[in-house]
């Protein structure tokens, strides 16, 4: 009976040491996530809309709730509140800055009769605090074209800001492109996408004289409408040139691919449009 004793209190002993050493990893480690959170305070930010899916011509109703991530409660770190509203190629439509009173805020969008979408129009609400402006921060870039990766760039946040340069491919057949943007602050990763404003060699220009035709020899104004492939106004510059490549006028678009200039036409002369 006394040899059962003895090898039961040999194998309890163990254990007794070995919960009593996890016990206190557990609290050390408890001790170290509250150091941590005070020397690395973390804000989380909660949209709430009236609904999930707009229309055109409707309004989005939300409510954001600016909160402390260890407790929960209303932050007093922060007091700025970024919302933005986006269509469905990541493209920002309408961006709203809040102050907030008691960690919350409030605000609307509307929906322009113009916006993408067919029978309906998903909506992602993504917000952001910025308040703090980092320098030394990560930033990792990834340049897609046509659904394929072209070009990875890192580099370095100065005052909070980053520069992103990369050339695009000579070959270039489709404008379908997207820039993705990871930053890692402290070890939290903020990511953001935007689409690349590409504009191919397809062209359509048009111009307006004014009073509907030039005469030789009279200044007159000259309207012109640039269009890329799909219809849409395009922003571009260029010259117009004679038979003997002397220039004549320079021109630039101001909105939208639309634009005017002065000329002077003369007689038998032949003049064409360089874009470059």
């Known amino acids: 009976m006394k ?15 070995a919960a009593g050493n996890q ?21 989380k930010v909660y949209i709430q809309t009236d609904k999930t899916f707009y229309k055109q011509n409707e309004y989005i109703w939300y409510k954001a709730f600016l909160l402390n991530s260890e407790d929960n409660r209303a932050s007093e770190i922060s007091d700025v509140i970024y919302v933005e509203l986006r269509d469905p190629k990541g493209n920002v439509v309408s961006k709203h800055q809040h102050n907030t009173l008691g960690g919350a805020s409030s605000g609307e969008f509307l929906i322009n009769e113009d916006a993408a979408g067919d029978d309906g129009i998903a909506i992602l609400s993504v917000s952001d605090l910025r308040n703090a402006k980092t320098t030394g921060s990560k930033v990792k870039a990834e340049v897609k074209i046509g659904g394929k990766t072209v070009q990875n760039i890192e580099g370095l946040t100065t005052n909070g800001e980053a520069r992103i340069a990369f050339r695009l491919p000579d070959d270039l057949d489709t404008s379908d492109g997207l820039l993705q943007i990871i930053v890692n602050e402290k070890g939290i990763e903020e990511s953001i996408s935007r689409s690349i404003p590409i504009v191919l060699n397809k062209i359509s220009l048009q111009f307006f004289p004014e009073g509907g035709e030039l005469i030789e020899n009279v200044q007159s104004k000259v309207a012109f409408e640039a269009l890329n492939e799909f219809g849409k106004g395009s922003d571009i510059s260029g010259k117009i040139i ?8 320079v021109f630039e678009s101001f909105h939208l691919g639309m634009g005017a200039f002065e000329f002077t036409p003369k007689a038998n002369k032949t003049y064409k449009v360089i874009i470059p």
Not at 24 to 40: A, C, P, R
Not at 242 to 249: G, L, M
């Open 3 to 17: 040899k059962k004793f003895y090898i039961a209190l040999s194998i309890l002993l163990p254990l007794t040491i």
């Open 23 to 43: 016990l206190g990893f557990v609290e050390q480690l408890i001790q170290y996530l509250k150091i941590h959170n005070q020397n690395y305070p973390q804000e």
């Open 242 to 249: 004679d038979e003997n490549n002397v220039e004549i006028a």
